[in-house]
């Protein structure tokens, strides 16, 4: 058990310290892009969904052109224009596609109106040399992306799986400017792309089509190209965006190392339940056998005393004038005999009465401490996913009777937190029960609904997966991991 939770604490530390690393790449793109004055990934990185006889699922494209999209050819598979839509990250209904042009592992898609697609923001570009590029894709959540490397060889490659959606999306320099296409690796297959395209995706392999070859191939299907408006040059970023940063990053650790301590805390206060429950029924045997021995020496004594009375009662027969005296002193002491062996019987049928029950309760503490451990470690972890993304409560934390996983602002009441002014320092708290996951406000300032419905101070609720949640103004749709 130790050992899973030691495993379960170098988890956690390294999933926090990958997302907060994720937060600054993402940071370091969102303050990049607007210093130079170049447009932002949402206006030209576009989500394309495929619908075939298994469902749907989302790849990502790249506008070059009014109307016009580039994408991964591989990545649709059989699909013709009517099974494909785009849509715009910046809202709108999905546009038709009227019509597919494929030139090896690119594929351009034409709108069935072009007067609905607006000019892109960007130019493709030629790449300058072998550096770290940036790649952005279309999510669920909007723009996706992180900073990789890619080696400019035939053909150019990331050093990783990139994760989510990312076949289709756009390589760009430091300047948010497209220099190639994200493909599949050539040794993907269409089952490896399509689970590839879950947000959650353990990634794929993947290459490019950079620099003068996409532009050559995008003329050749016939889309208009403009040039790249300035050169992009990569300054360092200034220096307050990099004080920024390391604070970024103190924190992620601060936290990191916080949630190490709270774990180690926990893993010592089981470990003190359960050694002085032990120790308690380590107790309770002994007395238990003390008892049993009292019994067995009492039960001896009244056995000699049975004896020494049919002793007496035999002498009593040879003295005729002693006879009677004899005869009743021999009855007194059988009677007193009799009653000091009921009543040392009683007391030890009462001990072992005692000892037995507590012994069985204390048997009970240690089944019910050992079930509240497996329903910790199996609890399933659900996510709020809302406008500001993604947040993690976890079933451990749920199953919790006495806690539960509580939303909040403040730092030390809650463990999963909105930083917004309308919400309560201990906003609401989940917990799972008999199976369900119910939610139940704290007494916040703003409230808490579900699907619209208010809920009263204090009120507990079951909510279910797709349950929409609103914490004061803020709010977020409940699904299982």
């Not at 999306?169 to 300047?175: F, H, K, P, T």
């Not at 939610?439 to 204090?458: M, Q």
Request: aromatic share 4%.
């Amino acid at each position: 058990m130790s050992g899973m939770r030691r495993d379960g604490a170098k988890m956690l530390s390294g999933l926090v310290l990958r997302h907060a690393i994720g937060l600054i790449a993402l940071y370091m793109m969102a303050l990049i892009a607007p210093s130079f004055a170049f447009a932002s990934p949402a206006d030209y990185v576009v989500r394309v969904t495929v619908r075939d006889e298994a469902g749907a699922y989302d790849v990502s494209g790249v506008l070059v052109a009014q109307g016009r999209v580039a994408t991964a050819a591989r990545a649709l598979g059989g699909a013709d224009a009517e099974a494909l839509t785009v849509t715009y990250l910046s809202g709108g209904a999905p546009i038709r596609v009227a019509r597919i042009q494929r030139d090896g592992d690119v594929a351009l898609l034409s709108f069935a109106d072009p007067g609905v697609g607006r000019p892109p923001a960007i130019a493709v570009t030629a790449a300058q040399t072998n550096e770290a590029v940036i790649a952005a894709w279309a999510t669920s959540a909007g723009v996706g992306g992180g900073r990789y490397v890619l080696t400019w060889s035939e053909p150019p490659s990331f050093g990783e799986p990139i994760r989510g959606a990312a076949v289709g999306g756009a390589i760009l320099n430091s300047c948010s400017q497209v220099i190639g296409l994200i493909l599949p690796g050539r040794a993907s297959t269409a089952a490896e792309i399509r689970r590839a395209a879950a947000p959650n995706s353990a990634g794929l392999s993947t290459i490019g089509l950079a620099g003068e070859a996409l532009q050559e191939v995008l003329r050749g299907l016939g889309a208009p190209l403009a040039p790249a408006p300035v050169p992009c040059e990569s300054p360092a970023p200034p220096g307050e965006t990099v004080a920024e940063l390391a604070v970024a990053e103190a924190q992620a650790q601060a936290e990191v190392q916080r949630l190490q301590q709270a774990l180690a805390r926990a893993e010592r206060q089981r470990t003190n339940e359960v050694g002085r429950i032990r120790e308690e029924l380590t107790q309770a045997t002994t007395r238990l056998e003390e008892t049993s021995a009292q019994l067995e020496e009492a039960e001896d004594q009244a056995l000699g005393a049975q004896a020494q009375a049919q002793q007496a009662t035999q002498q009593t027969a040879v003295v005729s004038t002693e006879n009677a005296k004899i005869r009743t002193y021999a009855r007194y002491g059988a009677l007193g005999a009799a009653a000091l062996l009921l009543v040392l019987a009683g007391v030890a049928g009462f001990l072992v009465w005692r000892a037995r029950r507590r012994s069985k309760s204390l048997e009970r503490d240690l089944d019910s401490l050992a079930e509240q451990d497996r329903a910790r470690a199996n609890a399933p972890d659900w996510v709020l996913t809302g406008k500001a993304g993604r947040m993690k409560l976890r079933g451990a934390l749920m199953a919790d009777a006495k806690r539960g996983s509580i939303v909040g602002r403040g730092k030390s009441e809650a463990d999963v937190l909105i930083d917004a002014e309308q919400i309560s320092r201990k906003h609401a708290r989940f917990s799972l029960r008999d199976g369900g996951v119910f939610i139940e406000d704290l007494r916040s300032t703003n409230g808490t609904s579900v699907n619209g419905r208010k809920l009263a101070a204090g009120e507990v609720t079951e909510v279910r997966e797709g349950d929409k949640i609103d914490f004061a103004d803020q709010s977020y749709v409940l699904q299982r991991v």
